[in-house]
């Protein structure tokens, strides 16, 4: 059965934070962005962070293929059962925010499957700026964007980047090769987002996926509180 939630505001608890039978279902993160901007590379390290702390799975969304869901197992982040894929066969954004039947499907299975869980994690496919989640299907999400793809990103807005819960800056390393002002980046994030979080990563750090971890945490205090 599929369950109908209605978004109460950051860090609450939804009428639906209990299954039908009872047990608190898991904590459900959208992650969304531009094509190439580290959504899999992101979850992947979250997966790792994670894993040895809480009961986490993930839902993968691509066009025609299962292509993030076998990076993910190949990279062994999680256990196969625990990792399904989504063919959503239109653009992206459908499948995570219009008719989201099929996503909604596949969270439900897997708890099913391998609950009780504390965290799904759902990536979308790789969409445009407009790109955003149903809360019907998740409880809060995060956009990635990436510095190659120009420092301009946050200046142009869009609702991923303004109305996010979590909007990430990915690929910092890369910012003295591609002439990206991470200040610039971080001046504009701000004015688009006031006071909604922004955080800035490198993934081929050790600990670069750290400031992601750190505000998911606080998410799921809030949602077992």
Known sequence: MHLDHTSTGAGAVSADATRPDGVRRALRVGLGGPVGSGKTATVAALCRALRDHLSLAVVTNDIYTREDAEFLLRHAVLPPERIQAVETGACPHTAIRDDISAN???????????????????ESGGDNLTATFSKGLVDAQIFVIDVAGGDDI????????STSDLLV??????????????????????????????VFTSLKSEDGVEPVVRWLRGRLAAWTA
């Not at 946050?154 to 980047?161: D, F, H, I, L, Q």
């Open 154 to 161: 946050p200046r142009k807005g869009g609702p991923g980047v």
């Open 104 to 122: 909604l499907e596949a969270v439900e299975d897997l708890e099913d499957a391998v609950g009780p869980l504390d965290l799904i994690l759902v």
């Open 169 to 198: 800056v990915n690929k910092t390393d890369l910012a003295p090769h591609v002439g990206s002002d991470l200040g610039r980046m971080a001046r504009d994030a701000k004015e688009q987002r006031g006071e909604l979080p922004v």
